[in-house]
């Protein structure tokens, strides 16, 4: 019996053994695995993720989410869709810029799935300021090192159509096409936006240089029937492009439509999404000095 209970015990030694030899051999060969390889081949997992930009542009150090595609890369990389949210998406909670538009319905439409989405929070108490949109874009195209510069395209709605309006009025070469949704130019023709209502706004818009966005592929869209930011907002911004001699701004009124439903309509139309990744800009176009 005592020989029987010697055997066991040495058996299961053995296998104790075997067992942390072969735990401390995986530890091992973890462990040696070098640091860059592994940020290198977790760095564009396909997925969502949240990160903040690297230095303040323009006060702002923005959090964003980065939403990425599966499958093969094109040839020439990755189109790239920035996304501005609304007034009530400040502050802290990244996930609120999934409230609406790009990153809520990526899963509804190929071409949004097929995109990186870059979609900043703007801080509270502030707007959304141009030299720090650009900079954000800018971190995460020279990040990557997979992004298509010929696909930047941009939309937002409300405070976001009021960013990108601001933002082509500075750079009308930088993106391929542009999608801003009832927003409008200078912030401060509303009075809801004035303090002390609202504080931390800047008007960063620029009339005479949004004449210089004339080539620019531009679908706006606005509902007739918004209390929140009036259709005129957009009639004047429209008109100064047309005036300027633009053939490629496409101006959409949803009849009787209020703020919100002028997005829900524009982003839930696939011809939407159609139009803007079917846009490419030309070789010559300079992506990163400003206008004036």
Known sequence: MSHTIQSILHSATVLLVGVAFLWGAGRHAQGARPVDEASRADAHVAGESSAQMKRTVAGHKLRYLLQTPTGEKPKDGWPLLLFLHGYGECGEDIEN??????????????????????????????????????????????DRGDIDRRRLYVTGLSMGGYGIWSF??????????????????????????????????????????????KDLP????????????????TEMLVKILQDAGSKQVKFTAYDGA???QAWEKAYENPEVWKWLFSQRSAPSRRKHSPNH
């Not at 993106?175 to 023709?189: E, K, L, S, T």
């Not at 209390?227 to 907002?233: F, H, K, M, N, Q």
Request: glycine residues 10%; hydrophobic residues 40%.
């Open 168 to 213: 082509i009025s500075h750079y009308p070469d930088y993106f391929a096409a542009a999608i801003p949704i009832c927003g409008g130019g200078d912030p401060f023709h509303l009075p809801a936006n004035r303090p002390p209502v609202k504080t931390g706004i800047e008007n960063e818009f620029d009339p005479a240089g949004l004449k210089r966005a």
């Open 97 to 142: 810029v999934k409230k609406h538009g790009p990153p809520k319905l990526i899963g509804n439409f190929d071409s949004l799935a097929g995109c990186v989405i870059v979609s900043p929070q703007c801080p509270r108490d502030s707007w959304w300021r141009v030299d720090a949109l650009k900079a954000l874009v800018e971190e995460v195209v020279e």
């Open 258 to 260: 209020g703020h919100v």
């Open 218 to 233: 531009v679908w706006t869209f606005h509902g007739t029937k918004d209390d929140s930011v009036p259709i005129v907002e």
